[in-house]
């Protein structure tokens, strides 16, 4: 398997602008978590789905962050209007239901200018 | 991370020992993962914790203990590449729910 798959692996936008982060998580697998990383705050959980649905959505930081799983091989983590503390690296990561290791993708590193 | 607590930073020297302490609220409560994340890369699991005791694998080994809720990571043999942050995160999972958090990493710089 590819692992799990992010895309893109740099965003640089301005504020204001929508922001669309993508994930293919490993196949199989049952949970998928998004993560965003800054030096202050360290990896914080956003939100995670359990078989499509989401699960825990209370990281999400304000209305304006949104995601959706529309099937088991898709997501998507929405920042609509995007703002330059949104800054961060995100990461998608991906398990199978029983299993102990969480498999992370490459991350997107978003910069908003 | 929320109510994990790990050293911001850490030195030691090649070939040497070092242990990375973490704290974690005993609330709630399955089980203790080690990650590791080089600079830039994406976080890669190390080790999981779920009963007391020490988990021995090759040079790294993780020690937890759930009532005063404490582990550590203990790199035998520190080599250049250990260089990174490692992270301490703990879970809870349940019907349907699997809820892993992170502590902020400690960096540790292995120097010659």
């Given at each position: ?16 602008q ?37 699960i ?33 690296v ?24 | ?18 242990q ?15 990650y ?12 999981y ?52 958090t ?11």
């Amino acid at each position: 398997d590819a692992g799990v798959i992010q895309s893109p692996r740099h965003e640089v936008t301005e504020m204001g602008q929508e922001v669309t982060l993508r994930c293919k998580p490993i196949s199989g697998h049952d949970y998928l978590f998004w993560y965003r990383q800054t030096m202050m705050r360290g990896l914080e959980l956003l939100i995670y789905f359990n078989n499509n649905v989401p699960i825990d959505d209370s990281g999400m930081p304000e209305d304006r962050f949104s995601a959706k799983m529309p099937n088991a091989s898709f997501s998507t983590l929405k920042i609509q209007p995007s703002e330059p503390r949104d800054s961060a690296v995100y990461f998608c990561a991906s398990l199978r239901q029983g299993s102990t290791e969480a498999f992370f993708g490459q991350g997107t590193r978003l910069t908003v200018v | 991370g929320q109510n994990i607590d790990q050293p911001t930073e850490m030195t030691a020297t090649e070939g040497a020992i070092v242990q990375i302490n973490c704290t974690y609220q005993t609330s709630g409560f399955n089980g203790l993962f080690w990650y590791q994340q080089h600079a830039g890369e994406a976080p890669t699991f190390l080790s999981y914790n779920v009963l007391d005791g020490l988990e021995e694998k090759g040079r790294f080994s993780s020690f937890l203990s759930r009532s005063k809720g404490y582990s550590y990571l203990l790199l035998k043999e520190l080599q250049m590449k250990d260089s990174a942050s490692y992270l301490c995160a703990r879970v809870y999972s349940g019907a349907g729910s699997y809820q892993l958090t992170f502590g902020k990493g400690t960096k540790l710089s292995v120097i010659p």
